[in-house]
């Protein structure tokens, strides 16, 4: 009896023993954390999310991505479009800016200022309807500044779950209205928006202010050598545009959109002056022909590396077609007065409809910007917007009213459309820098206390922080 109580006793003992070790383990296991989930995985793990490729680069991940979007955000139902994006990974520890050119997405790893400045993850949208990122049939309708903003949203929403920290949006140019209209229309997503030359439109069919610009901008000098030079290329209509029409069969260009190479060709002169204070700055004026005594070949030249004589065929046209279509339809385009033309001038300045394939509906809706305008003059927050003095998009600029709160208004002096903080006078660059560190949340106590101690958190990189500004054809932002 004595034997087999003892047993029963060892026995009890040997499964409390075994029970309290297979406990302690649990609790070890517990205790321990989870492997991180690698940053791959987290962004795949999204629903819609795929991956196109990764591409190496050194101190980050780079990723091109397509995320599966409604065609149409108020009906979700009625089918998807695969858009393209890129995500330039840092850390999740660090804040993340959300950034869109307007048009197609670059799919090299690069850094805009404000990534730059808070040292964060850069998040790339291409815009829907640029290839290829466009539905397919393609319900031009679905083509609108709010259903943009709603990709925007959608996309913030599925990686604000990954990236915790404090977000900003940025753009240059259509860019920079695209971030715009984003706070308009989603005020709640982003915690700070830096808009660069981002042009306002208010009213369509009034532009008086761009004539006022190219009334004064540059010096009169310069002023008058350009208006030379675009009107001796109409004076010389008929043998450029012979050069025109070799150039084409040379090229392949067709003109069926625009209508005719005449068109064509004097869409491009048009586009001569404009083309040259936005792309170009005061000093480049001496490399401009004195018209009198040039050559038609150096008109030709002139012309063509400042507007591009293949802007305006069929093929320059085509990737661009979703820019003309909103410009027709929602965000105006300018007009301006030419009076050095008279009597030269067979169409002026083309409207957008004349640069979008016929068989697209366009319907313009001239209350669009107007609401946008207002809402920025009377609610924004913690936006700046950052302008360049010869920058011909620059005229007809956003302001900001009384009301709003942490905003600002700010110009590059002599820039062009190119401007950006950096080429601020110091004291505004300052101030933006650290406002910019501060909506990210990443400011450090020294330029919280004194503005003029802040300055970009991180080391500069010659390649992703290429700020060249790329020339485009036609007249666009």
Partial sequence: MRKTLGWLLSLVVLIGTMGAAGTTAQAATAAQPAAATDIKDQILGIPGMSLIEEKPYPGYRFFVLNYEQPVDHRQPWKGTFKQRLTLLHKDVSRPSVFFTSGYNVSTSPRRS???TIVDGNQVSLEYRFFTPSRPDPANWSNLDIWQAASDQHRLFTALKKIYKKNWLAT???KGGMTATYYERF?????DGVVAYVAPNDVVNNEDSAYDRFFAKVGTKECRDKLNAVQREALVRREPLEAKYAVAAAENGWTFTTVGDLDKAYEAVVLDYV?????YSLLADCASIPAAATASDQAIWDSIDAISGFSAYADQGLETYTPYYYQAGTQLGSPDIKLPHLKGLSRYGYQ???NFVPRDIPMTFQPGVMADV???VHDNAHQMLFVYGQNDPWGAEPFRLGYGVRDSYVMIAPGANHGAN??????GEKALATAKILQWAGVAPAAALADAGKAAPLAAPDAQ??????????????
């Fill in 186 to 190: 989603y005020p709640r997503d982003m």
């Fill in 113 to 115: 200022e404000p990534t």
């Fill in 171 to 173: 753009g240059a140019s």
């Fill in 274 to 278: 404009w083309a040259f204070w936005q």
């Fill in 351 to 353: 409207p957008p409809r």
């Fill in 373 to 375: 305008d207002k809402w």
């Fill in 464 to 477: 992703l922080d290429q700020r060249d500004l790329e020339r485009e054809p036609q007249l666009r932002p």
């Fill in 421 to 426: 903080v950096a080429k601020l006078m110091d």
